[in-house]
């Protein structure tokens, strides 16, 4: 149990294109979703806090007219990269945070397999 | 504020040598820890995680971790190491409350290489 999937897994786009990325809880639902940005061989930096039906919360320093982010279910949350450049190319990891009765109490989170992002 | 440190860029170890990653936390009130596991080019995977109880904790694939509250410490052992255990490791805290409730905050991760 407890499957986080992302897709895709990499993309490769234009710069100046936009790119969205899922985040899909499989097997819970998850009312608050983290989206992830990790660089080569460093730690994962958290770009925002998704929770469903409300807009996003985002980390300073991040724009949220660049990375939009949507949670429009329990199970879905869409991360897309406007206007993406080359420094957009990255690692972007999501997980997923299971409720109460999920994950025993702890609020556990569970992490996608991320996606690789290439912008040329 | 909640902080993590893993004070070692690398580990080496021979395999079949015991292996320790290390982890030092600073947070307001009980902290909740994690580990977690990246291979390459893929997410986190959950080791084991502290959340109150036995200060020794055992998780996956044969990894245990020893929360010291006195040295605040969440130190990752396994006692005979594999050639398949070399990854990117992540010690991380879980923000108690208020507006960061739920947020992890991760160290800076620890690459474990084991030779043959």
């Known amino acids: 149990g407890a499957v986080v999937s992302q897709h895709p897994s990499r993309v490769i786009c234009k710069s100046g294109t936009s790119v969205k990325i899922e985040c899909r809880s499989l097997?819970?639902?998850?009312?608050?979703m983290f989206w992830y940005r990790q660089f080569p061989k460093k730690s994962l930096m958290l770009m925002a806090t998704?929770?469903?039906?409300?807009?996003?919360?985002?980390e300073q320093g991040v724009e949220k007219d660049k990375f939009l982010i949507n949670h429009a279910s329990l199970t879905l949350s869409t991360l897309t990269v406007t206007s993406a450049h080359p420094e957009d190319s990255s690692f972007y990891i999501c997980?997923?945070?299971?409720?109460?009765?999920?994950?025993?109490?702890?609020?556990?989170?569970?992490f996608g397999p991320g996606t690789r992002l290439t912008v040329t | 504020a909640q902080s993590v440190a893993q004070p070692e860029d690398q580990v080496n170890v021979a395999e079949g040598n015991p292996l320790t990653v290390k982890c030092t936390y600073s947070?307001?009130?009980?902290?909740?820890l994690f580990w977690y596991v990246q291979y390459p080019n893929r997410g986190l995977q959950f080791l084991l995680k502290?959340?109150?109880?036995?200060?020794l904790v055992k998780g996956s694939y044969g990894f245990e971790a020893e929360f010291n509250k006195s040295q605040t410490s969440f130190h990752l052992k396994k006692p005979s190491a594999l050639v398949s255990d070399s990854a990117l490791y992540f010690c991380?805290?879980?923000?108690?409350?208020?507006?960061?409730?739920?947020?992890?905050?991760f160290g800076q991760g620890t690459i474990l290489t084991v030779h043959p």
């Open positions: 947070v307001s009130g009980n902290p909740y």
């Open positions: 997980s997923a945070r299971a409720n109460l009765a999920a994950s025993g109490g702890s609020y556990e989170q569970y």
């Open positions: 502290y959340i109150t109880g036995d200060n």
């Open positions: 097997d819970f639902q998850a009312t608050t």
């Open positions: 991380a805290v879980r923000h108690p409350g208020g507006t960061s409730y739920g947020k992890l905050t």
């Open positions: 998704s929770n469903e039906g409300s807009k996003a919360t985002y």
